[in-house]
């Protein structure tokens, strides 16, 4: 049996105190998200308070003065009038909303031959397609939910027919079970049902898999048709919708959120001007009158015991605020010194926004001139954006690994990548440029690069392979 024994063992680590793990948290927050963290701050600590900003009559160059006379050289009635009392409730406006998709298919039913079970089946199914308007739920599963949540008892028949005149509804294509399903219900429902029509619509039914694998030539064999007619088909099917919701977007639904800039970078007269865009985020102190509360309560003689466990919260609660007020502080001062050090890197890029001066550039660059660690420049740099006179760019984008050219030039890998998009789009899309071939226009070009090397930047590009390119 082991013996048990007891060592004293010494050790050195290094730990991060609650207070660095907090400005590490700040320091990768966006702009938007730091607003929201002060106003957190504010409601859970009320030492703190807003320090109240030049107001907008400073700002305008007008004085008190002034608005007095503008009111005395007014006219005597007055040119808004409030009927409202303080004790009245305020209600927001009523606004009205156009009709949704739902509701729009949902309507069309009414044009259909259903019975009362069809119909509540025909609803549950719309209300179950997604936002691309694709029903990508199996029968049974319907089925199933239809009776456990609306207490129908359905077949699989019943429900497929039910799904075939939602098929027919507008837009042309809801309802299907896939892209191949979704464009031939829309070449179905078109009024002229040319020979063009008719192929296109046995293409995507018998050889849709060859379609997608872009086998023309194998299809035009077994079809039995001529290029020509087989163009003409293509055409058709270039022409169809593969989401059949776009257009019919619902104006409920929430909008895309906008990029808000952390930086703001404006040149002129070959001079550049790097602010931080944090209007919205307020300047904060600490209240004064806590400040004088903690001082006399500390001066006062006798304390009870609920006086000192006051001036003890009181004291929490103004070392947090400092600490907070601080925190800010260095996380501005990171992120300018930090933004700076790629404004200098990248100087000749930032002046007319050329992308061919984008020089390589990689964490360890700016780590090296700003001082700071590696993990510090990627905290700064994630999720931040900043906005210049040529357009609006996340800080990451400035980023790449370089290679060196025949000449020994070192360039940026979003060089090649750029060649690269240039060469596919101007290539013969009737025999696209595989990876070698694209492989022998970098080394034309001076830059030595593998063929896999190619390949995965084709991939980075989303670009597919040369025979997924090929055009009739």
Known sequence: MASISQSLE????????????????????????????????????????????????EETGLTLEDYIRNEESAASYKLKVNNTSKDDERRAPTLSQGMSLQEFLVEQLAYHNLSEKETAIARFVIGTLDDDGYLRRPTASIADDLAFTQGIEATDEEIDRVIGVIQTLDPAGIGARNLGECLVI?????????????????????????????????????????????RAALDEIVRLNPKPTNGYSDESSAAS??????????????????????????????????????????????????????????????????????????????????????????????????????????????????????????????????????????????????????????????EIKRILAEAIENEDKRDPLTDEALMDTLTAKGYKIARRTVAKYREMLGIPTSRLRKEL
């Open 186 to 230: 829309q070449l179905r429902a078109l009024r002229e049902q040319t020979p063009a029509v008719r192929l296109a619509i046995a293409i995507l039914t018998d050889h849709y898999d060859a379609f997608v694998k872009k086998h023309y030539e194998r299809m035009m064999r077994r079809l039995g048709v001529t290029e020509d007619e087989f």
């Open 257 to 414: 959120p906008n990029i808000v800039p952390d930086f703001l970078l404006d040149y002129a007269n070959g001079n550049f001007d790097l602010q931080l865009a944090s209007r919205s985020v307020p300047d904060l102190r600490i209240n004064s009158n806590y400040l004088r509360m903690a001082e006399k309560a500390m001066n006062a003689g006798d304390q009870s015991e609920a006086d000192k466990e006051a001036l003890q919260f009181i004291r929490q609660k103004i070392e947090s605020a400092k600490w907070f007020i601080s925190a800010i502080k260095q996380r501005q001062e990171t992120l300018m010194k930090t933004m700076r050090a790629i404004l200098q890197f990248q100087h000749d890029y930032f002046i007319e926004g050329d992308e061919a001066k984008l020089r390589p550039m990689i964490l360890k660059d700016i780590a090296d001139a700003t001082g700071f660690d590696i993990s510090t420049i990627s905290r700064v740099v994630n999720s931040k954006y900043i906005q210049t006179h040529f357009g609006v760019f996340q800080l990451k984008y400035f980023f790449s690994e370089g290679l060196l050219t025949e000449s020994g030039e070192e360039v940026s890998t979003r």
């Open 10 to 57: 010494q050790k050195l680590q290094q730990r991060l105190s609650p207070q660095q793990i907090q400005g590490i948290k700040l320091l990768e927050l966006a702009t938007l998200q730091l607003e929201q963290r002060v106003k957190q701050e504010m409601e859970e600590n009320p030492v703190l308070e807003e320090e109240e900003r030049e107001n907008e009559t």
